[in-house]
């Protein structure tokens, strides 16, 4: 408990000093030669799920993108730029997850205790190389939901075929046990004969992906995406989950003012 308190302690700081530092060059205009921009479009994503008896979800969510010299805002994930160091930059990080799921999503889950997205909080640094960028990104559950910390490293390189933009990632993403146990395990309670209990271990999940953006005329753009994520032992041994990875699948149209 101490120990949560005390990471709930250092995510509302971070909260605290992104607002803060948002409100602070809000009403200023950003350095010479880092305009402001805003981005509105419609995107559609498709993901299947791990769960056993869940069907793929796909919906369609409104796209909203703001950056300046100071913060970087893209859908569900706000960044509040802090120092950039010759070819590494850092920065505050918060995003909110929808991840979960609730009992009356499927048979198979019938019983179990609703399991809920939420908040996380924490910081994230990019190193430019040669090569291409590593990047490297800590989270922690500000919501208190799991109580569970995630890091995620990632190498990507940007490319251009023509006017169409090429983006390949490899990453490499751990979650703790808490996190795991609270998405995937199973408390005494929750068990029944075809669904044993199941303690969460850390664990260790693989991605890879590919972005294209195109542009269109004038400030029209299009963005497609695919990640495949191979899960680690930790989420595919829980009786809840049926399959070793899951694929998501996402495009946007986006207008840039």
């Given at each position: 408990m101490q120990t949560m308190f005390r990471q709930m302690q250092l995510c509302a700081g971070a909260l605290g000093l992104a607002l803060f530092t948002t409100a602070a060059h809000a009403d200023g205009p950003p350095p010479e030669g880092q305009a402001a921009t805003w981005s509105l479009g419609l995107g559609v994503g498709s993901e299947t799920s791990p769960y056993r008896g869940v069907?793929?979800?796909?919906?369609?969510?409104?796209?909203?993108?703001?950056?300046?010299?100071?913060?970087r805002l893209f859908g569900p994930t706000l960044d509040v730029k802090l120092l950039s160091t010759g070819a590494v930059s850092w920065a505050l990080r918060a995003r909110y997850s929808?991840?979960?799921?609730?009992?009356s999503d499927?048979?198979?889950?019938?019983?179990?205790?609703?399991?809920?997205?939420?908040?996380w909080m924490g910081a994230r640094a990019d190193w430019r190389l040669p090569w291409g960028q590593l990047s490297g990104e800590w989270l922690g559950d500000a919501s208190d939901r799991s109580g569970g910390q995630q890091i995620k490293l990632e190498a990507s390189q940007r490319f251009s075929v023509g006017s169409v933009s090429v983006k390949p990632h490899i990453a490499l993403a751990w979650?703790?046990?808490?996190?795991?146990?609270?998405?995937?395990g199973i408390s005494q309670q929750e068990s029944r004969a075809d669904r044993t209990a199941y303690a969460g271990k850390?664990?260790?999940?693989?991605?890879?992906g590919l972005q294209l953006n195109?542009?269109?005329?004038?400030?029209?753009?299009?963005?497609m995406g695919v990640t495949h994520t191979m899960?680690?032992?930790?989420?595919?041994?829980?009786?809840?989950?049926?399959?070793?990875?899951?694929?998501?699948?996402?495009?946007?149209?986006?207008?840039?003012?």
């Open positions: 069907d793929r979800k796909t919906e369609a969510l409104p796209v909203l993108a703001f950056e300046n010299a100071h913060v929808d991840q979960g799921y609730k009992a499927a048979a198979e889950l019938a019983g179990m205790a609703e399991r809920k997205g939420g908040l979650q703790d046990s808490a996190m795991v146990d609270y998405y995937y850390s664990t260790i999940n693989t991605e890879i195109v542009p269109l005329a004038g400030g029209h753009s299009a963005m899960l680690g032992s930790g989420i595919k041994n829980s009786p809840l989950v049926d399959r070793s990875g899951v694929t998501a699948v996402r495009a946007a149209y986006i207008y840039r003012f």
